[in-house]
């Protein structure tokens, strides 16, 4: 019996087989129905839709926000020999009108357009013209204003429902708790659809994260030997720190590799083959190591050095375990990666607001690493999932760290942002709950709130550390477009109303006793 979805997976994907719902998502949109689609990052997602394209006929239109995605995903396609284009604001006209001609002629498999484009008059009238397999509605998280990402444009999108009602439709997104999921159901017209949810949760990793001593290898060491004989990865930073850790580990008696993008192909592919084959091979490599390396028995993944952010240290941690079997996952930073991440970051090419947004990102990653409230609670917080706590299999369940009660000093933060807005930055707010009268404050009259100097009990480092930590656990976001702007979430409120404890880590001291605080 022959599967055609399987079959092109297999075919043109070269993956063996379907993961988690997958198939019955292909399944469902292939078969003409819609979709709304809730799967962690790196859980394949894009599969969902464009299998579906390549099985109906007609072109796959997909919405997405992100220019840089939609350039490494139709360059990816290509490469497999799918013919895929994308239409944005960085295409000249001519090669614009050239790829409206290759729709409109059936030539693509498919198309990856910006929503501000799809939604001109012009655009939609020529989609009239063409043969339409589906619409993926990607990032559908936009549409909603509680989350950082919020596109008014996203809202407009129900016009494709309107106009093509017969076309299935596929919306997706790797952030949404129960209430942002019902509003992009109600907002995209999707209350039929049928909704996958998968979970975050990866019961089986432990947990770990440690303050790093030195340059952290000896640490590493430590955690090694707790797993001698299996199969692990260590990411480390950069190529360089991966060659002197691997020479490191080598020189303690562990198999381990080196592997990064500045080696040798051969070599390269050579220690690859043996990591899989092998047993027992610690890989040391840098994040270039792990897409597409489907090996079930990696007891641990290790990062000596700071990850960029959640996601992708949710997805190379997520890469230990796939057999579901007990799988550690472990990491030390200290603040000289901070340093270096942020130079990393201010110093590359990307746009003003693309490094907004990966600095934030490290930011919210560095309130992970401080935490103490459970890791697991805390990552999966951070993907809109709730999750009770105490989950046992984490470093803070299982030896809570010293830590104080927070929970004034979260109201007080929230509170503060709320009154001044929900526009303003961290430093800002600080200033504000410390009493300072910047030229700011005046400006904006933050020194007649009534929040104006209710947290001068706390240094401005203290109260970096506690917005790390509340950015990090989803209790409030960081709107890219506005400067970081700071906002509350759905999680707020509990907090607010003084219904939810928090913890911070020791580092930061007890707030001095004895201080009354104004309403908060
Ligand atoms: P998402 O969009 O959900 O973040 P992607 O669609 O980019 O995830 O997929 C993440 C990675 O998983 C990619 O490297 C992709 O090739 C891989 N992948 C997706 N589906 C499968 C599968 N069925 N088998 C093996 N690898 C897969
Ligand atoms: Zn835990």
Redesign the pocket.
């Known amino acids: 019996m022959s599967d055609p979805a399987l079959d092109l ?1 297999r075919r043109i ?1 070269g ?5 988690g719902e ?1 198939a019955q998502i292909v399944e469902q949109v292939t078969s003409g129905g819609d979709a709304l689609v809730l ?9 969902c839709y464009q299998l579906p394209a390549l099985l109906r006929e007609g072109c796959g239109l997909v919405v997405s926000p992100l220019i840089a995605l939609m350039q490494d995903q139709v360059e990816g396609l290509r490469q497999l020999g799918v013919r895929a284009a994308y239409l944005n604001s960085t295409l000249d006209a001519a090669s614009a009108a050239d790829i409206e001609r290759q729709l409109l002629a059936g030539e693509l498999d498919l198309l990856y357009v910006a929503p501000e484009r799809l939604l001109t008059a012009r655009f939609l009238s020529l989609l009239e013209r063409a043969r339409i397999a589906l619409f993926a509605i990607d990032e559908a998280h936009c549409v909603s204003q509680w989350g950082h990402d919020f596109r008014p444009e996203y809202r407009q999108l129900t016009v494709l429902h309107e106009r093509w009602p017969d076309i299935p439709r596929i919306a ?1 997104t ?1 952030t949404a708790d129960a209430p942002t999921r019902r509003e992009i159901a109600e907002r995209l017209n999707l209350e039929d659809a049928r909704q996958f949810v998968s979970s975050f949760d990866r019961p089986n990793l432990r947990y770990r994260v440690v303050h790093k001593d030195g340059g952290g290898v000896r640490q590493l060491l430590d955690f090694l030997h707790g797993h001698r004989g299996e199969s692990g990865i260590v990411y480390a930073f950069s190529r360089k720190r991966v060659e002197s850790v691997a020479e490191q580990l080598q020189a303690s008696g562990i198999d381990a590799l080196p592997y990064h993008a500045g080696m040798d192909a051969s070599i390269r592919a050579a220690n690859q083959r043996r990591f899989l084959q092998q047993d027992g091979i610690v890989m040391v490599a840098t994040i270039a190591f792990g ?2 390396i ?1 090996k079930p028995d990696v007891r641990f993944v290790a990062h000596v050095d700071l990850p960029k952010s959640i996601e992708g240290y949710y ?1 190379e941690t997520g890469r230990a375990g796939r057999d579901g079997e007990a799988a550690e996952v472990w990491l030390s930073y200290g603040l000289g990666d901070v340093v270096n991440l942020r130079q990393l970051i201010q110093q590359g090419e990307a746009g003003e607001e693309r490094k907004r947004l990966e600095l934030g990102k490290l930011d919210a990653l560095l309130g992970y690493c401080e935490s103490t409230q459970c890791r697991r609670q805390a990552l999966l917080g951070w993907f809109g999932e709730p999750h009770a706590g105490a989950c046992g299999n984490c470093d803070n369940c299982l030896d809570p760290p010293r830590s104080w009660d927070g929970t004034e000093a979260a109201r007080k933060a929230l509170s503060c942002v709320y009154r001044t807005g929900q526009r303003f930055g961290a430093g800002h707010i600080i200033d504000v709950l410390r009493g300072a009268s910047t030229d700011k404050v005046q400006q904006w009259g933050h020194d007649r709130l009534s929040t104006w100097g209710i947290g001068s009990d706390l240094d401005a480092q203290q109260w970096r550390g506690v917005f790390r930590q509340l950015v990090a656990s989803g209790l409030l976001e960081a709107d890219v477009e506005h400067h970081g702007a700071l906002r509350l979430t759905v999680a707020s409120g509990p907090v607010l109303r003084g219904e939810r404890e928090l913890r911070f880590r020791h580092e930061a001291p007890k707030p001095a006793r004895g201080r009354k605080s104004r309403g908060t």
Do not use: I, N, V
């Open positions: 997976l994907f993956h063996p087989g379907f993961r997958q799967m962690p990052t790196g859980g394949g997602k894009s599969l997706l790797a897409m597409g489907d997805q």
